[in-house]
């Protein structure tokens, strides 16, 4: 049986967005899956590194809040190596949860991990009384279950609804604003080299850009010369900064449409990266899945 990992507990979203995809695309329906999840990214990451579980699914980015930037940076500096193996994008609704017998009114503390209170803000100023309290959680699911442990009354989780389920809380409320969808990388420690071609490959990279007039420019060059489309670019302080004191040192994050394992001009393109970097870091090419419907 094939194992993809998470960060969380069951009836986390990744777990949800593990057991929508393997039980819905082509794919992975042919074949038999189970999930485990981990405390922190790190063992995730370790245990895929010792091949104690197969692959496993992370966030990286969300349409409303953006790039999860401690799990990608994370994920950049592992060593040894970690490779993306496939995208998959999903909708997510998030719901207000509850033991039995709590009443909206009765709420004065939520529960839920970060990104997640950042996205609902206006839903919960909206729903919840004035000075309400939002308490950050390591993930949702962790959050229901601790919601679900608690002999407080009046505290609630914002989850998904999988996450009630599994822990018999209710259902109070639930934001479904349009467009909310989450961005996660298949990973593993085995690349793909050639990304099935029908299923829009994608291909990506931390850079660090050499220090002189025009550097983004002259990398983005080398893929819009190409006709190459770059689909994500974005810079963060880079995590060296602290061990080689150099406060203004930036690593560039950039996807793009391609695999250089199948077209020579994406390879050509990745070849002249090193021109303008003084490291570039492959992050992996791989297919994107796509499955319609929300959760």
């Not at 999840?37 to 790190?42: E, L, R, S, V």
Request: hydrophobic share 35%; net charge negative; proline share 4%.
């Amino acid at each position: 049986m094939n194992t993809i990992g998470f960060h969380g507990v069951n009836g986390a979203y990744a777990e949800d967005a593990i057991l929508e995809l393997t039980s819905n695309h082509p794919n992975f329906t042919q074949h038999t899956f189970s999930t485990e999840g981990f405390d922190t990214m790190a063992e995730l990451f370790a245990s895929i590194q010792r091949g104690t579980v197969r692959h496993g699914l992370i966030p990286i980015e969300n349409s409303l809040s953006g790039t999860l930037h401690s799990v990608l940076e994370l994920f950049s500096n592992q060593e040894p190596r970690l490779w993306v193996v496939g995208e998959y994008q999903c909708s997510e609704s998030h719901y207000i949860m509850a033991k039995p017998g709590t009443k909206l009114e009765d709420i004065f503390e939520i529960q839920s991990h970060p990104a997640i209170l950042e996205q609902c803000q206006d839903f919960l100023d909206s729903t919840l009384k004035e000075g309400y309290r939002a308490v950050l959680a390591s993930n949702t699911a962790s959050a229901a279950e601790q919601v679900a442990q608690s002999d407080e009354f009046g505290i609630a989780a914002l989850a998904g609804k999988r996450a009630a389920d599994l822990h018999g809380l209710t259902i109070l409320g639930s934001d479904t604003t349009p467009n909310n969808v989450t961005r996660y990388w298949l990973i593993s420690r085995h690349p793909v080299t050639q990304p099935d071609r029908s299923m829009s490959p994608k291909s990506s990279f931390a850079l660090l850009m050499k220090n002189q007039v025009g550097a983004l420019h002259r990398v983005c060059s080398c893929f819009a010369l190409r006709d190459i489309n770059v689909t994500k670019l974005e810079s963060r302080p880079s995590s060296r900064t602290i061990s080689l004191a150099s406060p203004w040192e930036y690593t560039t994050y950039i996807d793009i449409e391609g695999a250089p394992g199948n077209e020579d001009a994406v390879k050509r393109a990745v070849d002249n990266l090193q021109e303008f970097t003084t490291k570039c870091i492959f992050l992996g090419s791989y297919p994107t899945y796509r499955i319609t419907g929300r959760r």
